[in-house]
């Protein structure tokens, strides 16, 4: 089974900062990595898919890129309502999920 | 608007099993597959398997293959989750996700249930 590793676990970056989670799969995954954000108590949101994909409605500060087996998400200018877990996906086939990075504002 | 509602909250005794629904609205239910995903408490997200609706297909984590079982009624526009033989590391909060994508099996989510925790313990 592909195997997917995020880091760092979590992190702590002050309002404004750039922001960067990576991800990497075990194996080549092509480009079929998303990236979901939990807040606290709540439902987890797609936020990007096929590695670089916005989904709707989804802030512009938010890109994502890689293909492979590496990947990152990136936050350009980090905003309070960011504060939440967010996770990879690799989804050509199951769906697993990375352990979640952790991001709270310093 | 898409919705998926799913049951209430449950309490099990090891050993029992559970049963979770999740009533889908505002798509065509069998257009798209169902994915249900589990979440333990303070943990990240586990992947569990999706059912086809249409013709009630099934994929399941390797993890939970002989304990899992995901069912359909298209009839109402809903997906169950069952899994069997619990233990306390069951205890989570059970989500049904529904596919992106039309007739995909990828596990590419972007409508969730509210989620039903389900708390195993003696």
């Known amino acids: 089974d592909i195997q997917m590793t995020q880091s760092p676990s979590s992190l702590s970056a002050s309002v404004g900062d750039r922001v960067t989670i990576t991800c990497r799969a075990s194996?080549?995954?092509?480009?079929?990595l998303a990236w979901y954000q939990q807040k606290p108590g709540k439902v987890p949101k797609l936020l990007i898919y096929?590695?670089?994909t916005l989904q709707s409605g989804v802030p512009s500060r938010f890109s994502g890129s890689g293909s492979g087996t590496d990947f990152t998400l990136t936050i350009s200018s980090l905003q309070p309502e960011d504060v939440a877990t967010y996770y990879c996906?690799?989804?050509?086939?199951?769906?697993?999920f990375g352990q979640g990075t952790k991001v709270e504002i310093k | 608007q898409v919705q998926l509602v799913q049951s209430g909250a449950e309490v099990k005794k090891p050993g029992a099993s559970v049963k979770v629904s999740c009533k889908a609205s505002g798509y065509t239910f069998t257009g798209y597959y169902m994915h249900w995903v589990r979440q333990a408490p303070g943990q990240g997200l586990e992947w569990m398997g999706w059912i086809n609706p249409n013709s009630g297909g099934t994929n399941y984590a390797q993890k939970f293959q002989g304990r899992v079982t995901m069912t359909r009624d298209t009839s109402i526009s809903t997906a169950y989750m069952e899994l069997s033989r619990l233990r306390s590391d069951d205890t989570a909060v059970y989500y049904c996700a529904r596919a992106r994508i039309e007739y995909s099996s990828s596990g590419l989510v972007d409508y969730w249930g509210q989620g039903t925790l389900v708390t195993v313990s003696s």
């Open positions: 996906q690799k989804y050509n086939s199951a769906g697993t």
């Open positions: 194996q080549g995954i092509s480009n079929y």
């Open positions: 096929a590695a670089s």
